[in-house]
T-cell receptor, first 114, second 111 residues
Framework: EAQVTQNPRYLITVTGKKLTVTCSQN?????MSWYRQDPGLGLRQIYY???????DKGDVPEGYKVSRKEKRNFPLILESPSPNQTSLYFC?????????????FGPGTRLTVT | SQQGEEDPQALSIQEGENATMNCSYK?????LQWYRQNSGRGLVHLIL?????REKHSGRLRVTLDTSKKSSSLLITASRAADTASYFC???????????FGQGTRLTINP
């Protein structure tokens, strides 16, 4: 089954404790992206990757890191999480970029930073 | 901001009725997409309409695009309880490798 998986689905952590949210897709997609969704602000892009070893900042990259060592994986790293990073996070992938291609979204990771 | 805006923010109708949601955006686009999100879950792609298209159908969905007014509408006909969800429009722009999402319309279908 074609899908994007994220782990963990739910995470409660404390300020400053490094964490990684994994994202994996099995569709051989070149493009992958991370979004955060907050009430009243909608979905905002954090980082994206056009292919292996090619990543770039989205609209709200501060406090986040990503890597793309393999085509299928695109982990999101929070080196020192803060309460303002409490949010619902989505990973997405598509065939090539965003223009003209539907995005496949993961189920989401609900992160709470206390 | 390039962000699209959906209207209305919330819509509640009876099962069987048609639901219409609108999306407006600010700059020229390549394509516009509509997504559905069930509560707290991932977004699911519904339909994509290109900037040179005016109307597109998929099952009970009908999407229109008016580039002169920078607006789109999503019509769901003969609504069902399972259509209860939030609906988002998303646009992509020349040279930008991202989708810009609107705030969404929260649709409730009452049995």
């Amino acid at each position: 089954e074609a899908q994007v998986t994220q782990n963990p689905r739910y995470l409660i952590t404390v300020t400053g404790k490094k964490l990684t949210v994994t994202c994996s897709q099995n569709m051989n997609h070149e493009y992958m992206s991370w979004y955060r969704q907050d009430p009243g602000l909608g979905l905002r892009q954090i980082y994206y990757s056009m292919n292996v070893e090619v990543t770039d900042k989205g609209d709200v990259p501060e406090g986040y890191k990503v890597s793309r060592k393999e085509k299928r994986n695109f982990p999101l790293i929070l080196e020192s999480p803060s309460p303002n990073q409490t949010s619902l996070y989505f990973c997405a992938s598509s065939f090539i970029g965003t223009s003209g291609y539907e995005q496949y979204f993961g189920p989401g990771t609900r992160l709470t930073v206390t | 901001s390039q962000q699209g805006e959906e209207d209305p923010q919330a819509l509640s109708i009876q099962e069987g009725e048609n639901a219409t949601m609108n999306c407006s955006y600010k700059t020229s686009i390549n394509n516009l997409q509509w997504y559905r999100q069930n509560s707290g879950r991932g977004l699911v792609h519904l339909i994509l309409i290109r900037s040179n298209e005016r109307e597109k159908h998929s099952g009970r969905l009908r999407v229109t695009l008016d580039t002169s007014k920078k607006s789109s509408s999503l019509l769901i006909t003969a609504s069902r309880a399972a259509d209860t969800a939030s609906y988002f429009c998303a646009t992509d722009f020349e040279g930008a490798q991202k989708l810009v999402f609107g705030q969404g319309t929260r649709l409730t279908i009452n049995p």
